[in-house]
């Protein structure tokens, strides 16, 4: 059973480009968290989905960001028009419930040009 | 002043030491994950907990969910161990989306 499985692993975008970061999540598991690591700082919660539904998003920025989790494929987080601040490690997490046993990916390390 | 506080924020230990890492938060929690995360790496689940003990190996984990404290014990510590040890509260409700502390770095010598 692979486990949670984020591509790419690294990602270098240009300033105003799109950065597109996937993320499957472990067999049989319905919900996913994303989270950022800034440079120097702590993880933040952004995105709680579960298929085909976002269940919170609270700590998603208000422009530029978007999230899905289709009924099919991995959950993609999306940025639009990369700034420099977007620079960090978004981690990808699956659980078989929402709540409890928790997977993390190994993470996607986006820089910006 | 930050939801979720570790102490230390580096350690360095001697490998064999038994070692502590404290986390306390101020929010009202239902549970706590501690996670380690090695330089470069990804983050690896070690114990999820909402009262009393967990043990796993080497790794024991404690809550006292109204003291609002947790803390990580590693026994007969090894060089293998050195990471980043982050403490992450469940701020009620039943899902995963959780308030992190700032990370404790342990770095264990041979």
């Known amino acids: 059973n692979a486990g949670v499985m984020q591509n790419p692993r690294h990602l270098v975008r240009r300033r105003g480009q799109e950065a597109r970061l996937r993320c499957s999540p472990m067999?049989?598991?319905?919900?996913v968290y994303w989270y950022r690591q800034l440079p120097e700082e702590g993880l933040k919660f952004m995105v709680y989905?579960?298929?085909?539904?976002?269940?919170?998003e609270s700590g998603m920025p208000k422009e530029r960001f978007s999230a899905e989790f289709p009924k099919e494929g991995p959950s993609i987080l999306r940025i639009q028009q990369v700034v420099r601040g977007d620079s960090a490690a978004y981690f990808c997490?699956?659980?078989?419930?929402?709540?409890?046993?928790?997977?993390f990916g190994e993470g996607s390390r986006l820089t910006v040009l | 002043k930050n939801e979720v506080e570790q102490s230390p924020q580096n350690l360095t230990a001697q490998e064999g030491e038994f070692i502590t890492i404290n986390c306390s938060y101020s929010?009202?929690?239902?549970?706590l994950h501690w996670l380690q995360q090695h330089p470069g790496g990804g983050i690896v689940s070690l114990f999820m907990l909402s009262s009393g003990k967990k043990k796993h190996g080497r790794l024991i984990a404690t809550i006292n969910i109204q003291e609002k404290h947790s803390s990580l014990h590693i026994t007969a510590s090894h060089p293998r161990d050195s990471a980043v040890y982050i403490c992450?509260?469940?701020?009620?409700?039943?899902?995963?989306?959780?308030?992190f502390g700032t990370g404790t770095l342990l770095a264990v010598q041979p």
């Open positions: 067999k049989g598991h319905s919900h």
């Open positions: 929010v009202g929690i239902s549970a």
């Open positions: 997490a699956s659980s078989p419930l929402g709540y409890g046993e928790l997977f």
């Open positions: 989905l579960q298929k085909e539904n976002i269940i919170d």
């Open positions: 992450a509260a469940i701020n009620g409700g039943a899902t995963n989306k959780l308030i």
